[in-house]
């Protein structure tokens, strides 16, 4: 079957080639196909690699090869397909694939008129995402901001492609720390029940009740008290814990309203119903072990247990991610789970799942889980992400601060002479919160990446500053032609894209590898993917736009040529790039 348009070419040339590759060495099991993007069009479009790999395994059985002699019996093997137009075999074995062009002209009419397509899904499936998951009553730091950030970006890759995500926001809003809280509130506010207590800073008001509790031994103990009220669902002590986790979730959610994070929120205090349930279920099954008065689950022995019921009776976060997991699995039918957290977390998401799997909670080969695991912030001096004075940054003013340098920026460049102040305010909004998205986004999410806005807000190399820029200018293009979306979409109709130029094509090519990183994203979690292929495309744009002339002037700067099959590559270009824009969760800006 050849390739629909839109599913990924890179996808269906491996398939060729792993037919062609049985076909001619049936008994070769474990040969690789490797098929990759040619670095350079003198060797086509594609390569496939292969040949010398499986001329060294045959090799290895004492038979006798030549990679050359393999590379043709796979050319010959290969299925008819129309749109290759021809396979080379070069140097030692190398296969080079040229395509045929009118699968250009073909895709990219279609991307022109139909929009962006997602790769084609084998089956949509029903999957959680779990972010940003900050905590009631402390800080939210950076760390949540990265979740935040990695996981509305991946929620919005995964809907494109067709998916069902759940995006859940897992809140820290349960625990003995609220036991401590609601004593101090009641000490502080003895009417909480009628009036909403005037909690300004809850950082405050928790450090407060926290020296109350190390210090007076009889603070302690009502705090415990308070506790098993709560969690036995008092109406007054849970009058008292849902003022309090207002008041931060107020907080955050001001912070996501900037950003374009959303998330439905299931803290952790919904589970605990569910939490009592596993732990009986747990207990019969015969998985939980005495261990100094704690019970425990073993996932893997050579690992660290997870703690199930605390010496005291109360439950902790295994507990809460073992009810979390079954309940997503069981009664929200996922099929993926995805955890968005830093990576001090490994260990923890590893024996969860390995506990899970244990007790039957989870089947691996039904239900696939991924920590989608990113490194620690830095400062630029290399250290923890810290203000001046040592405190954790406050978000809030992180991102004062971005929306300050963001105008600063704009001013430098004489934009706010050209825009109007409507249009600057979204400039700067989109240039701000995209800058420190797309800083993050852009590398790979395991490293730590140093939060530096001066190395966001530089004008070139791959930041949101200058790829925000390109897609202005690429569409001011069409604007100086007199033409606009619209306007080309509808000749897309009648007239092809231009692809007969180098540059022309080298940049269709770039455009049709957009399913491509999809997918690989889709494996790897990646999104830095994303980042790379955005650089590409403008970059790819940059020297289609200074070889292929779209407008042609005269003397006088009169408009004198337009050539419609170059704006149409412009504006496929724009269309793309938007795309990847959104999902990033950046907003774009038609002027800047
Ligand atoms: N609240 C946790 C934290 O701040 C993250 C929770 C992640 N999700 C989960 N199901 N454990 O570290």
């Known amino acids: 079957k050849e390739p629909v348009v839109g599913s990924s070419i890179l996808g269906a040339l491996q398939k060729y080639f792993e037919l062609a590759i049985q076909r001619a060495y049936p008994d070769l099991t474990d040969a690789p196909v490797v098929v990759t993007v040619s670095g350079n069009s003198k060797f086509g479009d594609y390569q496939c690699n292969s040949a010398m790999q499986i001329a060294q395994l045959l090799k290895n059985q004492g038979l006798k090869s030549n990679p050359r002699e393999v590379a043709q019996k796979l050319v010959s093997e290969v299925p008819e397909f129309s749109w290759v137009r021809k396979l080379e075999i070069a140097g030692p074995g190398f296969i080079n694939i040229t395509l045929d062009r009118s699968i250009g002209h073909r895709a990219l009419s279609e991307l022109l008129t139909k ?57 820290g809003d349960w625990g003995t720390q609220f036991g401590m809280l609601i004593a101090h509130l009641q000490d502080i506010f003895p009417d909480y029940q009628t ?92 998985l939980l072990e005495e261990d100094e008065g704690r019970k425990v689950m073993w996932g893997r022995k050579d690992r660290i247990p997870f703690t199930i019921v605390k010496s005291d009776g109360g439950f902790t976060y295994d507990t809460s991610d073992m009810a979390t997991i079954k309940f997503r699995i069981h009664e929200q039918k996922a099929e993926w789970l995805i955890y968005v957290t830093d990576a001090g977390q490994a260990t923890h998401f590893e024996v969860l799942e390995a506990c899970a799997i244990k007790a039957g909670i989870m089947d691996p080969e039904k239900v696939r889980m991924d920590h989608m695991a990113f490194g620690v912030v830095l400062g630029e001096d290399k250290k923890k992400f810290k203000t001046r004075s040592g405190e954790t940054v406050k978000l809030a003013a992180l991102l004062d ?11 430098e460049k004489g934009r706010d002479q050209v825009l109007t102040p409507e249009e600057l305010k979204k400039a700067q909004e989109a240039l701000a919160y995209g800058c420190i ?129 170059r704006l149409l590559l412009c504006e496929a270009t724009a269309t793309v790039m938007e795309k990847c824009f959104n999902i990033l969760g950046i907003r774009t800006v038609s002027k800047m």
């Open 115 to 171: 929009g962006v397509q997602p790769p084609p899904i084998e089956r949509k499936m029903t999957i959680v995402v779990d972010f940003p998951s900050a905590n009631i009553a402390k800080d939210m730091h950076v760390g949540h901001l990265r979740a935040g950030i990695i996981g509305e970006s991946i929620s919005r890759l995964l809907e494109f492609i067709g998916h069902n995500v759940l995006r859940i926001d897992h809140l």
């Open 437 to 565: 998205k797309y800083a993050d986004l852009s590398h790979n999410r395991i490293h730590e990446y140093v939060f530096s806005f001066d190395k966001m807000l530089e004008d070139k190399g791959n930041t949101a500053v200058y790829l925000l820029y390109m897609l202005t200018r690429i569409r001011s293009i069409a604007r100086l032609a007199g033409h606009t979306s619209e306007t080309l979409k509808e000749l897309a109709k009648s007239t092809p894209v231009s692809l007969d130029h180098e540059k022309e094509w080298n940049l269709a090519k770039v455009l049709l590898r957009f399913t491509e990183t999809l997918e690989k994203i889709t494996r790897d979690l990646g999104l830095h993917h994303l980042c790379e292929y955005l650089y590409e495309l403008s970059t790819v744009f940059s020297e289609f736009y200074d070889n292929c002339y779209c407008v042609e002037k005269d003397s006088k700067g009169e408009i004198k040529v337009i050539h419609v099959g």
């Open 401 to 411: 601060e971005g929306l300050k340098r963001a105008g600063e920026k704009l001013k």
């Open 195 to 286: 009036k909403s207590p005037p909690i300004g800073d809850l950082q405050k008001f928790y450090k407060e009740s926290k020296k109350r509790f190390d210090e007076d031994p009889d603070f302690k103990k009502r705090a415990y008290e308070c506790v098993v009220k709560l969690q036995s669902f008092d109406p007054v002590y849970k009058k008292a814990w849902e003022l309090i986790c207002d008041v931060s979730r107020k907080e955050f959610q001001k912070i996501y309203a900037r950003l374009d994070i959303t998330s439905e929120e299931y803290g952790e205090s919904f589970y605990q119903t569910r939490m009592e349930a596993v732990v009986k279920e747990l207990e019969q099954k015969g």
